[in-house]
């Protein structure tokens, strides 16, 4: 059952990435939908919204018109339970329809203030009453801080068991994202230099050409800081810290990220403004178009103390990381859609190869997560000629190049996990937890002081002046990502 069935998530990604599964064979043709969402449609204009919504993601579909025989409608009111009996009947005899053995999946893909309420009535009218499992799968945001989130935790807790509450981090689904451990566990290479001793800081940036368009209204409550450093952001950090698994089960992979987050510095009073950056975007033309500021955007308050950009240091008080800065930034209106993780190597203790006019570069490592995705090591090597001169070179390596095929999309491979029951990639409630107590020191220091120079970076540019002055006081600058 979507909740939240007409809106922009199901049309853009869940719908699409179900014909997908459908196309490979992962979804066997016992399957049902139900779409459930307020407004009347039958299940014949529920059908063609997801027909066109598959069209338009993936073009040419020929079994289409099988796939969404699957589908079924049912408008619903979130705060009746009338409503939800209703929705059971449906939901039985569907079960008996296509032998599905009472399994279901509730996916939450809606606004997030009836997320307790939904969890309370599944409960309550009977819809979890079933012989096979249930899941809940809930979009994000998951509160607005710790607070509200332990609340919406205690309710959907309710209805559902941790192990069943699959809260998706769509970061998490991303290939190269899942690719982080891999590169860093499965290669004899990497291992023993990551930590304090070899690498000088690693920066992770995640930054987007659009601006808020026309989630004024939710942006406003959230920023940047909310919307993608406490989740995506925080996210990226965590495995990039984490020690190896024991081995790779849902419940060690969480340990070791939940444990990397329990050894971030909390950041108190003064120090958020010494290691954090706020900014906001002011207009600008991009690609040959004048884009209007934030604050002149629908929805926005005009004197918005609202933040489209973030960047921060982050320390990591373990054995490993001691002392290494992780340097995150994200923001709305930069130069370039792009996400991506450089690791810098510290440098070698002494470089033969120095000329007055030439110093030697660290050694980099850098994931790129998207749009493209792959990985490229920057090493030093001989410089051709007659000299013992040291030139960087580049070793590339192109995910999409080798494979020759589209990765699926994280949304594919989120619904999948949860079919199969696999909770690896999606966040524990201790993630959520620690996350929010971190992030929430910040916004109360920027909620209660207004941004004097807000709007403060220009759109089309990668952000205020005041993000790389955060890197020049280490003695670092931010390694270019376009
Ligand atoms: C979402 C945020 O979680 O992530 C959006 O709410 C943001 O504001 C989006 O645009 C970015 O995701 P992606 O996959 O495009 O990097």
Same mark, same amino acid.
């Given at each position: ?5 007409? @809106? ?10 179900? /014909?997908?599964?459908?196309?490979? *064979?992962?979804?066997?043709? =016992?399957?049902?939908?139900? *779409? ?14 997801? +027909? ?6 993936? @073009?040419?579909?020929?079994?289409? #018109?099988?796939?969404? %025989? ?10 009746? #339970? ?13 079960? $008996? ?9 509730? /996916? ?17 009218? @009977? ?7 249930? =899941? ?29 509450? /699959? ?13 982080? &451990? !891999? ?21 992770? $940036? #995640? #930054?987007? !050409?659009?601006?808020?368009? &026309? ?10 800081? =909310? ?15 984490? &020690?190896?698994?024991?081995?790779? $089960?849902?419940?060690?992979? =969480? ?118 995705? *792959? ?28 494979? *020759?095929?589209? $990765?699926?999309?994280?949304? &594919? ?31 109360? !220091?920027?909620?209660? %002081? ?12 990668? @952000?205020?002046? +005041? ?13 270019? !990502? %376009?």
């Amino acid at each position: 059952m979507i909740f939240g069935a007409t @809106g922009d998530l199901a049309k853009r990604k869940l719908f699409p990435s179900l /014909y997908r599964l459908y196309q490979e *064979g992962r979804l066997s043709e =016992r399957f049902a939908v139900i *779409g459930v969402a307020r407004r009347p449609l039958s299940n014949e204009e529920f059908q063609k919204n997801v +027909e066109d919504s598959v069209l338009t993601a993936v @073009g040419e579909a020929g079994d289409i #018109s099988e796939f969404i %025989t699957h589908f079924y409608y049912h408008s619903h009111d979130v705060t009746d #339970s009338s409503s939800y009996l209703s929705l059971k009947e449906m939901a039985q005899k569907l079960d $008996t329809q296509y032998s599905l053995a009472g399994n279901r999946i509730f /996916y939450l893909a809606m606004a997030p203030e009836f997320f307790g309420t939904i969890a309370e009535h599944l409960k309550v009218d @009977g819809l979890t009453d079933v012989d096979g499992f249930k =899941r809940l799968v809930i979009e994000k945001p998951f509160g607005h801080d710790l607070e509200s989130a332990k609340q919406l935790n205690k309710q959907i807790r309710k209805a559902f068991s941790e192990d069943e509450i /699959y809260r998706i981090d769509h970061y998490l689904g991303k290939e190269m994202v899942q690719n982080i &451990e !891999v590169i860093r566990f499965a290669n004899a290479i990497f291992e023993p230099l990551w930590n304090n001793r070899y690498i000088s800081n690693i920066q992770v $940036t #995640s #930054s987007e !050409v659009l601006g808020v368009e &026309e989630r004024g209204r939710y942006y406003e409550t959230s920023g940047a800081l =909310r919307d993608m450093v406490q989740n995506h952001m925080l996210q990226m950090v965590a495995l990039l810290a984490m &020690e190896p698994p024991i081995r790779l $089960t849902t419940e060690e992979v =969480r340990s070791e990220k939940v444990k990397v987050l329990r050894a971030m510095r909390s950041l108190d009073g003064d120090m958020v403004e010494e290691f954090f950056v706020r900014g906001q975007y002011d207009k600008g033309v991009m690609d040959n178009e004048e884009v209007p500021a934030y604050r002149e955007e629908p929805m926005v308050d005009p004197a918005s103390n609202t933040e489209s950009f973030v960047a921060g240091k982050l320390l990591i008080d373990n054995f490993r990381w001691a002392g290494v800065p992780f340097y995150i930034r994200t923001g709305k209106r930069m130069k370039t859609k792009s996400t991506k993780i450089v690791i810098q190597f510290k440098d070698i203790p002494m470089n033969l190869y120095y000329k007055s006019e030439q110093t030697l570069n660290p050694n980099l490592l850098v994931i790129h997560i998207q749009p493209e995705e *792959g990985i490229t090591l920057y090493l030093n090597a001989k410089k051709t000629g007659q000299h013992m001169n040291a030139t960087p070179i580049k070793l590339n390596f192109s995910n999409k190049g080798v494979h *020759g095929i589209n $990765t699926p999309e994280a949304y &594919e491979k989120l619904l999948f996990d949860c079919m199969r029951g696999d909770a690896t990639n999606f966040t524990h409630w201790d993630e959520v937890a620690l996350s929010w107590s971190f992030v929430d020191k910040i916004s109360e !220091v920027w909620e209660n %002081t207004k941004a004097k120079n807000f709007p403060n970076y220009e759109s089309g540019t990668m @952000g205020p002046k +005041e993000a790389d002055q955060l890197l020049k006081k280490d003695g670092f600058f931010w390694w270019p !990502v %376009t």
